[in-house]
């Protein structure tokens, strides 16, 4: 077992330990195009960071009244989206040392993410995170996205770890009312700084307001190592 005992570690992916949301406005506003939708911008886009990319699209296909089913919109946006991710997906700097430091004194570890599996396995591979994180749920897995906590509950049970003994790590407040949903731990590093003043933040356990630039890999394990009984 870990020097760190029972204690488990739970990453959103996007946002989180890698910057793909740039990846997914791309995907998402080439899908709208093939529509006749002009002007979804970035502003827009962040409006949806934390939310599943089914939900996201079930929510545009009925704000813009695009008569199509929800599943040939995801088929189009995953295969936009594999495009683009299989040409770069930036890891944060601080999250890949965060990783690699949990992955050697043996702290296990998921990825518990609302992107598809098969764009979450190309990140994973393309970034080689991979080789540290094995075990992987989409919320495609599972009977609700986020703010439910069926993801990391999920996430859980497959590397067997209880609830109570999981730290989650999240740039979203869905993603932040799902850990606390779950019984969880949670540290917040949100990807848009500016959201750090909505109260679901406020419930975090470690709040990182200023996101990823404060964001520090040796503190964040020093504060993991402080919850060791």
């Not at 990453?11 to 899908?31: C, H, I, K, Q």
């Not at 409006?47 to 088929?75: C, H, K, N, W």
């Not at 540290?187 to 996101?211: M, N, R, W």
Request: a negative charge.
């Amino acid at each position: 077992m870990s020097e760190f005992g029972a204690l488990s570690v739970i990453f959103d992916l996007d946002g989180t330990l890698v910057d793909s949301e740039p990846n997914y406005y791309e995907a998402g506003r080439r899908l709208l195009a093939q529509y006749g939708v002009t002007g979804f911008g970035w502003e827009r886009h962040t409006d949806f960071i934390g939310i599943s990319t089914r939900e996201t699209l079930e929510t545009l296909r009925e704000e813009y009244g695009i008569d199509v089913p929800v599943a040939e919109l995801l088929a189009g946006k995953n295969r936009h989206y594999l495009e683009l991710a299989r040409t770069g997906t930036e890891v944060f700097p601080q999250m890949r040392a965060f990783v690699e430091l949990l992955h050697s004194d043996g702290v296990a570890m998921a990825v518990a993410s609302g992107s598809s599996r098969a764009a979450i396995d190309a990140v994973l591979d393309g970034t080689g995170l991979g080789a540290f994180i094995p075990t992987v749920v989409s919320a495609d897995e599972v009977p609700r996205g986020k703010p439910a906590p069926d993801v990391f509950l999920e996430a859980a049970r497959r590397i067997g770890a209880a609830p109570a003994d999981c730290v989650v790590l999240e740039d979203a407040a869905p993603g932040v009312a799902a850990a606390r949903a779950a019984g969880m731990r949670c540290v917040a590093v949100p990807y848009v700084a500016a959201t750090a003043v909505d109260p679901v933040f406020a419930s975090a356990d470690l709040l990182y307001a200023g996101g990823q630039r404060d964001f520090r890999a040796r503190a964040a394990y020093d504060w993991l190592r402080s919850l060791k009984p």
